[in-house]
């Protein structure tokens, strides 16, 4: 890091960042405050800059309409995503780095998983369609969560394999000798020990699941089973200018994620197989 | 099978471990392969098999299912299925929307691309400067790729807007006159563009700060000692010792970017007109709202080529430096 000496690099300095920052957090700042606007102060042609008359109809009327029903299908949907693709991708993140396996097999798979983690979702939604019809998923938050490990398996399999790559395997072979079977290995010691790696990873799954939006809009057809992108989505199209519940209900399906933003900041790296350091 | 003291000493020659534990006999490491069970030997395979089993459903099976049908008419609602050859890729050629849609998308994610990395350069910069509030600054300045991108499009959709959004409310007062942000179609797609700057500098810029932050700070005293100053410094020390980094943050930008969607869907729907359309909403209007299933694969068959080209570049990359 670097730091500065004279006052005028300073000056420039503040000026630089100060702007940067209202760019960045203006737009959030907007939607807090018009999330306490009333109509008259929003849809005209001189917006107040500060909310005169804060009030909270918005967010009555959101409980009014029962919109927790889709934080609670997010909620449901981006969690038990998250849980399969944690056990799922430890346990192959574990074999990667541990194991051989014939005709590196493993590269092969995890060169794949890469390119799937790049590949348009749209491109392997259209046959993802068609099977989830054959299944009876179609419409249901099940067949959502098993769509959502396209997204979120390759990213947990990369992202924990970096973690389990940190493991020694001296520690391993310690509990070996002591005559733990491989599986209690897996319980007792490399559990623990990847245990931030976990939580990481567990927190990027939550974020890109809470968040998504093609699947969600290609595959869940009736309102009850909603998420809230596409509760949102269909707000922003359907209904011109009832800014003050839309911003309501953006404000509070992002302050869980917001609050996680000091994590991500720093784990970002870890998840894109160059750790670079 | 045979216990493991008593067929072989262990560690020291002669000495025998006095008291063998109940567990010992499950250890592993002394056993010899033929000694393990079947289940033991195949551990790995084992532990992959779900992973595979999903991946293979998930990505192997639709991706060969989606070359299949686009060689196919497959009307999803009229139950119609022909197979038309290179029919469907002869009319994508021959497509205005799709060419317009390619186009469209290319401008974008150049567009976007170049731009969020810059930006993402300089904010990278700035923080990599040690002040007061850096630690309180940092989470916020990652707030916008922190949001939805519904939300996002939300708010922007808000501040766009001709009569009441605050943008046009703010150019007014300096004087300007409106701006027709998303109606214009000369405009709609740099309007656009400017939503996904706003939301995903933010990655950028970590990436970038990384890097920064893992230059030595000796590469710099020892220039300076050498009388290198300012841009010098930045010009022979941080960018080339950045290259990684910044080859990184183009490479995800524009794979990312080349995928918009979910802009386009909730800000301008494609229009005014075709001012905005772009691949992926095209493969979504010809398959999930007309159900022409063969044309939308043609079209995914050629956006994944497109974008596995650029994937091949990250993963020379990831293979190159050894990370696999």
């Known amino acids: ?277 | 099978m045979r216990r493991f003291w008593a067929s072989k000493p262990l560690g020291v020659e002669g000495v025998r471990p006095r008291a063998a534990p109940p567990c010992f006999r499950l250890s592993m490491v002394h056993k010899r392969p033929h000694m393990r069970s079947w289940y033991e030997r195949h551990l790995n395979f084992f532990l992959l098999l779900p992973a595979l089993i999903i991946i293979i459903f998930l990505t192997i099976y639709p991706i060969v299912n989606v070359i299949y049908l686009s060689f196919y008419r497959y009307n999803y609602l009229r139950g119609v299925k022909a197979l038309v050859g290179v029919d469907n890729y002869l009319r994508l050629s021959g497509d205005w929307l799709f060419l317009q849609g390619l186009k469209n998308t290319f401008l974008f994610s150049i567009t976007a691309t170049i731009m969020e990395v810059l930006l993402g350069l300089g904010l990278a910069l700035l923080f990599n400067v040690r002040f007061r509030g850096r630690k309180w600054l940092l989470p916020a300045a990652i707030f916008p790729m922190m949001l939805s991108t519904m939300v996002v499009c939300a708010i922007w959709r808000s501040m766009y807007h001709y009569d009441y959004g605050i943008l046009n409310h703010l150019l007014s007062l300096i004087g300007l006159g409106r701006v027709k942000w998303l109606i214009d179609p000369a405009l709609a797609l740099w309007s656009v563009v400017l939503v996904d700057i706003w939301q995903w500098t933010p990655m950028a810029f970590l990436i970038l700060l990384a890097g920064l932050q893992s230059i030595p700070r000796e590469l710099y005293e020892a220039a300076q000692v050498d009388g290198a100053t300012g841009f010098k410094l930045f010009r022979h020390i941080t960018l080339p010792l950045l290259r990684n980094h910044l080859m990184l943050a183009f490479l995800l930008r524009s794979i990312d970017t080349f995928k918009i969607f979910d802009k386009v869907y909730a800000l301008t729907g494609g229009g005014p007109g075709t001012a905005t359309e772009t691949i992926s909403f095209y493969i979504y209007r010809e398959g999930f709202r007309y159900f022409n299933m063969g044309r939308a694969s043609a079209a995914a068959v050629v956006m994944f080529l497109a974008v596995g080209t650029v994937t091949a570049f990250y993963i020379r990359q990831v293979l190159r430096r050894n990370y696999v």
């Open chain 1, 1 to 277: 890091m670097y730091k500065l000496r004279k006052w005028t690099w300073w000056f420039g300095f503040y000026l630089l960042i100060g702007l940067a920052m209202i760019f960045i957090l203006f737009p959030i700042y907007w939607m807090v405050t018009t999330s306490v606007k009333p109509p008259l102060e929003y849809a005209t042609r001189n917006p107040t800059w500060f909310p005169q008359h804060p009030t909270l109809a918005h967010y009555r009327s959101l409980v009014e309409q029962k919109a927790y029903r889709y934080f609670l299908n997010t909620l449901v949907v981006s969690l038990s995503a998250t849980v399969i693709s944690l056990v799922v991708g430890l346990m192959a993140a574990y074999a990667l780095a541990r194991y051989r396996f014939p005709a590196r097999l493993d590269l092969l798979f995890l060169l794949w998983v890469l390119l799937v983690r790049m590949a348009p979702p749209v491109v392997i939604a259209i046959p993802l369609y068609t099977t989830l019809r054959t299944l009876n998923l179609l419409n249901t938050l099940f067949g959502l969560v098993i769509s959502y490990q396209v997204y979120t398996l390759p990213y947990s399999i990369w992202m924990l394999l970096g973690f389990v790559r940190d493991v020694p395997i001296e520690i391993e072979e310690a509990a070996a000798i002591d005559g733990a079977s491989k599986l209690r290995t897996l319980r007792s010691i490399v559990l623990p020990l990847v245990g931030p790696g976990l939580v990481a990873t567990a927190i990027f799954n939550m974020i890109m699941t809470w968040n998504e939006f093609i699947y969600a809009l290609l595959f869940l057809r009736t309102p009850a089973a909603f998420t809230l992108p596409i509760h949102i989505a269909n707000y922003i199209t359907e209904y011109e200018i009832l800014w003050g519940e839309l911003m309501a209900i953006g404000l509070l399906s992002s302050l869980p994620m917001l609050l996680l933003s000091g994590y991500v900041q720093r784990y970002l790296l870890r998840g894109f197989a160059l750790q670079l350091k």
